[in-house]
């Protein structure tokens, strides 16, 4: 099973960015999806996660009203609006999945994709 992640950029504050990680392999069915963050001497943090069938939904309080995760699971995949992007927003966002084969129940990682916000 590998998540492939992709989406992260440069951008301006105020401005927008759509992530997306799409989930490939053996996947008999995925759980809970979502993303994760960690900013340069920070520890890695929360910042959405996505119920297997898209409706529940949590946030990290930094990133309420501005943030939404959706996924499409005929895609195996997840995403993450981000609008009015801030500076500390800046940092590499890893997407995970909860994923069960026909031998093993548990999470995996994609490889992170790296947000700039600039001021």
């Known amino acids: 099973v590998q998540l492939q992640a992709s989406g992260g950029g440069l951008v301006q504050a105020g401005g927008s960015l759509r992530l997306s990680c799409a989930a490939s392999g053996s996947i008999f069915s995925i759980n809970a999806m979502g993303w994760y963050r960690q900013a340069p001497g920070k520890e890695r943090e929360l910042v959405a996660a996505?119920?297997?069938?898209?409706?529940?939904?949590n946030y990290a309080d930094s990133v309420k009203d501005r943030f939404t995760i959706s996924r499409n699971n005929a895609k195996d995949t997840v995403y993450l609006q981000m609008n009015s992007l801030k500076p500390e927003d800046t940092a590499i966002y890893y997407c995970?999945?909860?994923?069960?084969?026909?031998?093993?129940?548990?999470?995996?990682w994609g490889q992170g994709t790296l947000v700039t916000v600039s001021s």
């Open positions: 996505i119920s297997s069938g898209g409706g529940s939904t």
């Open positions: 995970y999945a909860e994923v069960q084969t026909a031998t093993y129940e548990g999470d995996y």
